[in-house]
C-alpha cells in the first residue's frame, strides 16, 4: 500500500520561499511508472496542479504555466521522497498542498502511465502572511 | 475560475440516483479519455473514485458509474447513502502546458 506524508511549515511570510516534503512508502520516487505531483486546493482557485517530477531513465519535470517562473519540484532518492519550493510567495498562494501519485505499470517490456491521481498525501495548510 | 465547469450542489434523497456533469473542451475532456472523478469529505484529501471516465479502482462501490459524451462527462452516483455526502471533483488531462485540469467541484447533499 502506498503512503504519502507531507511534512513542512504552516506558515510563510510573503516573498519568502515555501518549502514542503512528501515522504514515500511503499513505493519509490525512482520507480519507472510512477509520477509524483503537487496540487494545491483554495477557495478561491479550486483545485490546482502545480507540477511533477519523474524518472524514465533520467529525471524529469513539468511545471503548471501559472507557477513555472517560481516553482521546483525536487526528488531526494537518498530518503525516498519530493519536495516542493515556491518562491516570493504572496497571500495568493495561501492553499492546502497536497502531493499526489500517478500510477503506471510495465507488460511486455514497455511502462505505461496512469493518467489520474490514485494516492494522496493528507494535505498541509500553508498561510502566507506577515 | 475552474477550467471545467460543473454545478455547485446537487441534493437526493437515500435510495435515489444523482448525475453530476462536467464540461470542459475539445483540448481537455473532449480530447481525452482521461477524466477522474475523486470525493473529498471535509478536512480530507480527495479519494479517487472513477478513472478513465468509466473505470472503478477496487473498492470502491458499483453504485458509482461515470461516462463522457463530447466535451462532457458525468459522475452518477445511484442508491445515494448518507456516507456520499461529500465534495465532488472532476478531472481531465489537457493538451495545454498545464497537463492537469480540474472542475470547480459539486457539494452533494443527501436529504
Known amino acids: 500500500q502506498v503512503q504519502l506524508q507531507q511534512s513542512g511549515p504552516g506558515l510563510v511570510k510573503p516573498s519568502q520561499t515555501l518549502s514542503l516534503t512528501c515522504a514515500i512508502s511503499?513505493?519509490?520516487?525512482?520507480?519507472?511508472?510512477?509520477?509524483w505531483n503537487w496540487i494545491r486546493q483554495s477557495p478561491s482557485r479550486g483545485l490546482e496542479w502545480l507540477g511533477r517530477t519523474y524518472y524514465r531513465s533520467k529525471w524529469y519535470n513539468d511545471y503548471a504555466g501559472s507557477v513555472k517562473s517560481r516553482i521546483t519540484i525536487n526528488p531526494d532518492t537518498s530518503k525516498n521522497q519530493f519536495s516542493l519550493q515556491l518562491n516570493s510567495v504572496t497571500p495568493e498562494d495561501t492553499a492546502v498542498y497536497f502531493c499526489a501519485r500517478e500510477g503506471g505499470y510495465c507488460s511486455a517490456g514497455s511502462c505505461y502511465s496512469l493518467y489520474y491521481f490514485d494516492y494522496w498525501g493528507q494535505g498541509i495548510l500553508v498561510t502566507v502572511s506577515s | 475560475q475552474s477550467a471545467l465547469t460543473q454545478p455547485a450542489s446537487v441534493s437526493g434523497s437515500p435510495g435515489q440516483s444523482i448525475t453530476i456533469s462536467c464540461t470542459g473542451t475539445s483540448s481537455d475532456v473532449g480530447g481525452y479519455n482521461y477524466v477522474s472523478w475523486y470525493q473529498q469529505h471535509p478536512g480530507k484529501a480527495p479519494k479517487l473514485m472513477i478513472y478513465e471516465v468509466s473505470n472503478r479502482p477496487s473498492g470502491v462501490s458499483n453504485r458509482f458509474s461515470g461516462s463522457k459524451s463530447g466535451n462532457t462527462a458525468s459522475l452518477t452516483i445511484s442508491g445515494l447513502q448518507a456516507e456520499d455526502e461529500a465534495d465532488y471533483y472532476c478531472?481531465?488531462?489537457?493538451?495545454?502546458?498545464?497537463?492537469?485540469?480540474f472542475g470547480g467541484g459539486t457539494k452533494l447533499t443527501v436529504l
Open positions: 511503499g513505493d519509490s520516487v525512482s520507480s519507472n511508472t510512477a509520477v
Open positions: 478531472s481531465s488531462y489537457t493538451s495545454s502546458s498545464t497537463l492537469w485540469v
